[in-house]
């Protein structure tokens, strides 16, 4: 049997959407977490391939990147897309997210590093709030044409998974409203309902991120 | 035949890699070139699916986000990594560019949007030149472990196209030195003198990114 590791800081951030995909599967993985800025993860970095985490390693064969780990996984168990042309679309999306992410960031950045209270507001209003509007802004128009809820295809994709863990990090932090972003919310509970992750996140360590 | 067309800005950014997949397939597309911030992007911007650029239509069918984009045509044409575990370290060292780009870029856009001289010199020396050092860090890393010279496995892929051609814009912006990054500078050759990338490296348009 294949010896799955999976390596990230003790959250869900990065790497909660290939745990995700482990748990669809049904394939046993260790879920190895370790404390943001711990002697551990100072000990580990020199030996990881890009200094970083997440990192999957298979049999002791070691990929980084979190979107590389994830498709990798989704694509040998059958969630990234069904053609070449799904498979453009889960990975557009995923990339979009990511954009996304690079610019809301800025305002977390701000405020975990305790910055003045005009730096962090300013950081909310004009970056992180314009981004999420047309990050929803996509996602929404996507969802209107889909016939199946999911964002690619008929099934669950590695595009669902990541959008709508983000969206529980987003609704801790305020930035979803139940009555403007509706459908928005209705997709992360679709998702988050499938019986296999329900179950997983009942069980799954709470964490802020 | 299959009618593809790349539509982005009148730059190699991040579009170029997928033209040279064409190239190197040997396959013909429709190379669509808008000028940054004219009514022609303008009148298009709503119709494309993110309302960014590039986007591949194939037969009418559109694809967004460049990495997407490339992925697809490489997995076609056959440069995208030859089992899945070469595919994730492509993957993922495309990934790894696009996280140094989102940092090298605030250094490009204070100089783009004309910012106090003190401000485009902090993003330099504190922003870009350490994100470059630890990408080409990476870099070297994975070229000193390489056998082939190519960054994964023994043949061109797109990670290869990418790097390669993001030197060219980093070396016009004076980020790259012959002495101190000579692997590197070695590497971009050996891409770039692929016969069929030569021949159209040679006879593209000239632009400054």
Same mark, same amino acid.
């Given at each position: 049997?294949?010896?799955?590791?999976?390596?990230?800081?003790?959250?869900?951030?990065? *790497?909660?959407?290939?745990?995700?995909?482990?748990?669809?599967?049904?394939?046993?993985?260790?879920?190895?977490?370790? $404390?943001? !800025?711990?002697?551990?993860?100072? !000990?580990?970095? $020199?030996?990881? #391939?890009?200094?970083?985490? #997440?990192?999957?390693?298979?049999?002791?064969?070691?990929? #980084?990147?979190? *979107? !590389?780990?994830?498709?990798?996984?989704?694509?040998? /168990?059958?969630?990234?897309?069904?053609?070449?042309?799904?498979?453009?679309?889960?990975?557009?999306?995923?990339?979009?997210?990511? @954009?996304?992410?690079?610019?809301?960031?800025?305002?977390?950045?701000?405020? /975990?590093?305790?910055?003045?209270?005009?730096?962090?507001?300013?950081?909310?209003?004009?970056?992180?709030? $314009?981004?999420?509007?047309?990050?929803? =802004?996509?996602?929404?128009?996507?969802?209107?044409?889909?016939?199946?809820? +999911?964002?690619?295809? @008929?099934?669950?994709?590695?595009?669902?998974?990541?959008? !709508? @863990?983000?969206?529980?990090?987003?609704?801790?932090?305020? +930035?979803?409203?139940?009555?403007?972003?509706?459908?928005?919310?209705?997709? =992360?509970?679709?998702?988050?309902?499938?019986?296999?992750? =329900?179950?997983?996140?009942?069980?799954? #360590?709470?964490?802020?991120?």
């Amino acid at each position: 049997m294949v010896h799955y590791k999976l390596t990230y800081f003790d959250g869900r951030g990065f *790497a909660e959407a290939s745990r995700q995909v482990f748990k669809l599967a049904g394939i046993e993985f260790e879920d190895v977490r370790l $404390p943001i !800025a711990s002697p551990e993860w100072e !000990a580990l970095k $020199p030996s990881t #391939p890009f200094g970083q985490l #997440p990192v999957l390693s298979v049999d002791g064969f070691e990929i #980084p990147q979190s *979107a !590389a780990i994830l498709r990798y996984l989704a694509r040998k /168990f059958g969630f990234a897309g069904k053609t070449p042309e799904e498979e453009a679309w889960v990975d557009a999306i995923v990339d979009q997210f990511k @954009d996304f992410m690079g610019q809301y960031r800025q305002y977390i950045y701000a405020v /975990f590093l305790k910055k003045p209270v005009e730096e962090v507001e300013k950081a909310k209003t004009e970056v992180a709030i $314009p981004a999420r509007d047309a990050y929803f =802004k996509i996602l929404n128009g996507i969802l209107e044409k889909s016939k199946s809820g +999911f964002l690619v295809g @008929d099934s669950v994709t590695f595009a669902d998974l990541v959008v !709508a @863990d983000n969206l529980v990090t987003l609704e801790k932090n305020g +930035f979803v409203s139940n009555e403007e972003h509706l459908k928005i919310v209705e997709f =992360k509970a679709k998702i988050q309902n499938l019986p296999k992750l =329900k179950e997983w996140i009942e069980t799954r #360590p709470d964490t802020p991120f």
